[in-house]
């Protein structure tokens, strides 16, 4: 026998001990019985014709220790099916927060493990990387690609300001979108109206200027900045900003270029610490944001300062956003920063509105951080 067609004969095995793994969880056959099939090879990470894997079938099921097996067996979390769905959110459906619970903290679990490899080894290529690491080589995830990539600022059907990157020939990403104005109002609210140093005008850092949406409510505060700097590398938004006056506004300082480029210089360090310090970088993705999150504390001027950034990674799905805020409030308290979340409801019963531009963020609630520095 070939040694091909050895392998067309394991792969057939695999199939059908998988789909008989799949099956009997759904059946439900007994726990010994499930065990013994794993025991025999079945592989967990299985998935039939319609993406279904064990752990999906036991969260249908709702059994809590098959999900506790699968997961201590090796069971792919993040697996989705063919309508998306992965196994957290079939368990989220059906109202079954242990099971929820336990697949979510395997994704934590597993994606705090994964960022600590990559910190040692850049090139871990494993399929658990979806979320946290972009792998997308178009303007809308590689910031090489999006900084060469000529920008379009215009308005939408809806006579809302919106900024557009094209990542294909027939398709346009919105940058940055009207819809997200409530998301900046609702941050700058918990950024600054209460801050001690509101009065005095605060120090405020922001990188990425986009539509200006923030930088302008910053700006409208009750007191104005004294001192408001912007980290900005496009060459495309730095016209607009120009276009638009913000390089001659008092108090306001446009550094132009990667947050990367100034996050250790003196422009930063010698301000003697920032009172609000907000991130919002499209293109970048997370083990971006958490070398960002290293540097917060070295940047803030003390307790009452505060830290926010703009949670839309892995919004694509329930239990990828919940994962991903889990793992950022874990590394954001590794550098010695508590964030308080909050809820914003950016769904507004209005699901047209915004058309495909909302893809990106298919959640109803958007979970808005505040850091602080740990006070001991
Ligand atoms: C989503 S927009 C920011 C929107 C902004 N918060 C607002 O209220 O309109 C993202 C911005 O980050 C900028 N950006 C991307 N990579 C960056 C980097 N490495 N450093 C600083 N800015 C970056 C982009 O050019 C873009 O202008």
């Not at 997961?71 to 063919?82: K, L, Q, R, Y």
């Not at 927060?97 to 080894?121: H, V």
């Not at 900003?241 to 132009?256: F, S």
């Not at 003697?272 to 504390?297: A, N, Q, W």
Request: charged share 25%; hydrophobic share 40%; glycine share 8%.
């Amino acid at each position: 026998m070939t040694e091909a067609s050895n392998d067309d004969m394991d792969v057939n095995m695999l199939v059908s001990q998988g789909q008989e793994l799949v099956d009997s969880i759904l059946r439900r056959r007994p726990l010994a019985e499930i065990k013994a099939l794993i025991d025999a090879g079945a592989p967990v990470w299985f998935q039939d014709d319609e993406g279904l894997s064990p752990l999906h079938a036991a969260a249908y099921v709702e059994n809590e220790e098959l999900v506790r097996l699968l997961i201590d067996e090796g069971a792919v979390w993040n697996a989705v099916d063919n309508l998306h769905n992965t196994a957290g959110d079939v368990a989220l459906s059906l109202n079954n927060e242990k099971c929820y619970t336990m697949i979510r903290d395997a994704g934590i679990r597993s994606e705090l493990l994964l960022s600590l490899l990559q910190k040692r080894a850049p090139a871990v290529n494993s399929p658990l990387n979806i979320i946290l690491k972009a792998t997308d080589t178009t303007p809308a995830g590689s910031t090489d690609a999006f900084l060469s990539t000529k920008l379009e600022y215009t308005k939408d059907e809806h006579g809302q300001e919106i900024c557009l990157v094209k990542v294909a020939d027939q398709e346009e990403v919105g940058v940055m979108m009207g819809w997200e104005r409530g998301i900046m109002q609702e941050t700058v609210h918990k950024l600054c109206s209460d801050h001690a140093n509101l009065n005095e005008g605060l120090k405020i850092l922001n990188v990425g200027f986009g539509l200006g949406i923030i930088d302008s409510l910053f700006q409208n505060l009750s007191t104005k900045p004294s001192l408001h700097v912007i980290i900005e590398p496009h060459p495309d938004v730095l016209k607009h900003m120009r276009e638009q006056g913000w390089h001659d506004k008092p108090g306001v300082k446009i550094l132009e270029g990667k947050w990367q480029d100034f996050i250790e210089s003196d422009e930063l360090l010698s301000v003697g610490g920032f009172d609000v310090i907000y991130t919002d970088t499209f293109s970048e993705d997370y083990t971006e944001l958490r070398r960002f999150f290293e540097h917060v504390p070295d940047l803030l001027a003390g307790p009452e300062s505060r830290f926010g950034f703009f949670n839309g990674l892995g919004a694509t799905n329930a239990l990828f956003y919940d994962v991903y805020r889990h793992v950022s409030d874990l590394h954001l308290a590794d550098v010695g920063i508590d964030v308080e979340w909050s809820d914003v409801d950016v769904f507004e019963g209005d699901t047209d509105r915004w058309g495909k531009t909302r893809e990106y963020f298919a959640m109803r609630t958007y979970r808005l951080p505040v850091g602080r520095m740990k006070t001991f």
